[in-house]
């Protein structure tokens, strides 16, 4: 059984970075059959995607955060991680480690649906 | 950018059927995903490709996609169903979702 495990610091302060790591059992970060994803929830509010990486090492963000989001994969460990920078308030949310599976049948690769999702871990950004 | 637009809230009896659409510019021609999340719970995929369900997944939950609007529809809705729903689709290969719904059963 595939499972996510986010960690990390509970408790960022603002202007730092938050720094978060997904752990992934059951399956492999090496496989270029998913996508692996960051998705946040502000509280009480909607699903924000955050960014993806591959197995490959290419990644896409959130337009919106592009400039202060990066991700990475460590195939060794089998986890993948997610550094925000310059945090503020706004940034206060539960983190979901998500895997979307693609579709490589036609040739090509396609995302078609997240599947397994952490248990989310909620990072506070408070002084 | 590219949106999704969902209703705050839709209420159901038990036994009704629910529908919850989802709308944005030519969704039709894009794969809509439905994900339910209970409170407190991480979100539970409930339709993929528009109308396929996971493995697991009752019967009752039901999706189609046309044209602006996708719809996912809830057969003989249960208790169980309360929760919030989110469309959610793949736009210029960056991940957008819907606003989210709020589905009262009572």
Do not use: H
Request: glycine share 10%.
């Amino acid at each position: 059984q595939v499972q996510l495990q986010e960690s990390g610091p509970g408790l960022v302060k603002p202007s730092e970075t938050l720094s978060l790591i997904c752990t992934v059992s059951g399956g492999s970060v090496s496989s270029g059959s998913y996508y692996w994803n960051w998705i946040r929830q502000p509280p009480g509010k909607g699903l924000e995607w955050i960014g993806y990486i591959y197995y490959s090492g290419s990644t896409n963000y959130n337009p919106s955060l592009k400039s202060r989001v990066s991700i990475s994969v460590d195939t060794s460990k089998n986890q993948f991680s997610l550094k925000l920078r310059s945090v503020t308030a706004a940034d206060t949310a539960v983190y979901y480690c998500v895997r979307n599976l693609l579709d490589c049948s036609g040739g090509s690769c396609y995302p078609r649906k997240f599947d397994y999702w952490g248990q989310g871990t909620l990072v506070t950004v408070s002084s | 950018s590219y949106e999704l637009t969902q209703p705050p809230s839709v209420s159901v009896s038990p036994g009704q059927t629910a529908s919850i659409t989802c709308s944005g510019d030519k969704l039709g021609d894009k794969y809509a995903c439905w994900y339910q999340q209970k409170s407190g719970q991480s979100p539970v995929l409930v339709i993929y490709q528009d109308i396929k369900r996971p493995s697991g997944i009752p019967e009752r939950f039901s999706g189609s996609n046309s044209g602006n609007t996708a719809t996912l529809t809830i057969s003989g809705t249960q208790a169980m169903d309360e929760a919030d729903y989110y469309c959610q689709a793949w736009d210029s290969s960056t991940v957008v979702f819907g606003g989210g719904t709020k589905l009262t059963v009572l």
